[in-house]
């Protein structure tokens, strides 16, 4: 059984700083997603990530995928504000013969002016 | 284009009553996948259906069910309400049951069991 940890869960930073988001997964996962929360919405894709050393970048934010130590990061860059969200990585579980998305429990991300 | 469109938007039912939602998937998508998420987490996989057939389902009980029509539509079914089952019900469409299909989400349906 896939199992996703994301951390950290909560995080409050500043405009213009830089963090990175840790996504660890349990086992073989090789597509790895992330996915922006707004308060009462759905869920926004951001990435699709499908090989080991992947890397993809949309604006100030950039996601990578390391399949040999089952982690992936979401880095970002100069914070804006427009960027608080939660946000969720999610694993592909193919157990049974579907595609379900096995989710973390979401960093909800603050950043403050 | 018209992205996954779900209804209700919100529901509010008692506990032991039953439910239907329902979800449209974006044109040409032919699997739907439900999710429950649970305030303050991230959501858990119920179903996936592909070609009206049920194509897998995460650890629900089977106080849920669901189906999917010939138009690639989908209703999901849940019994005996219990105040646990209070979530948003996402639905998720993907282009076919396998292989890298990016899932596109709706806007959800808010239930609450009273």
């Known amino acids: 059984e896939l199992k996703v940890e994301q951390n950290p869960l909560f995080l409050s930073m500043q405009e213009g700083k830089n963090y990175t988001i840790y996504c660890n997964y349990s086992?073989?996962?090789?597509?790895l997603y992330w996915y922006r929360q707004d308060p009462g919405k759905s869920l926004e894709s951001l990435f699709v990530?499908?090989?080991?050393?992947a890397v993809k970048q949309e604006g100030r934010l950039m996601a990578s995928l390391d399949t040999k130590a089952r982690l992936s990061t979401l880095h970002i860059t100069a914070a804006v504000h427009d960027l608080s969200a939660t946000y969720f990585c999610?694993?592909?579980?193919?157990?049974?013969?579907?595609?379900?998305?096995?989710f973390g429990k979401g960093t909800h991300l603050i950043i403050q002016p | 284009d018209a992205g996954v469109t779900q209804s209700p938007t919100h529901l509010i039912k008692t506990r032991g009553q039953q439910v239907t939602l329902r979800c449209s998937p974006i044109?040409?998508?032919?699997?739907v996948s439900w999710y429950q998420q649970v305030l303050g987490q991230g959501p858990q996989f119920i179903f996936q259906?592909?070609?009206?057939?049920?194509?897998g389902r995460g650890n629900f009980p089977d106080r849920f069910s669901a189906r999917q029509f010939p138009n690639y539509s989908s209703e999901l079914n849940v019994n005996a309400l219990l105040l646990g089952d209070s979530a948003l019900y996402l639905c998720?469409?993907?282009?076919?049951?396998?292989?890298?299909?990016?899932?596109?989400f709706g806007p959800g349906t808010r239930l609450t069991v009273l």
């Open positions: 999610a694993g592909l579980y193919s157990g049974g013969g579907a595609d379900g998305l096995t």
């Open positions: 259906y592909y070609e009206k057939e049920e194509r």
């Open positions: 086992t073989t996962s090789d597509r």
């Open positions: 998720a469409s993907s282009l076919a049951g396998r292989g890298v299909n990016e899932q596109f």
């Open positions: 044109s040409g998508h032919k699997s």
């Open positions: 990530l499908l090989s080991n050393g």
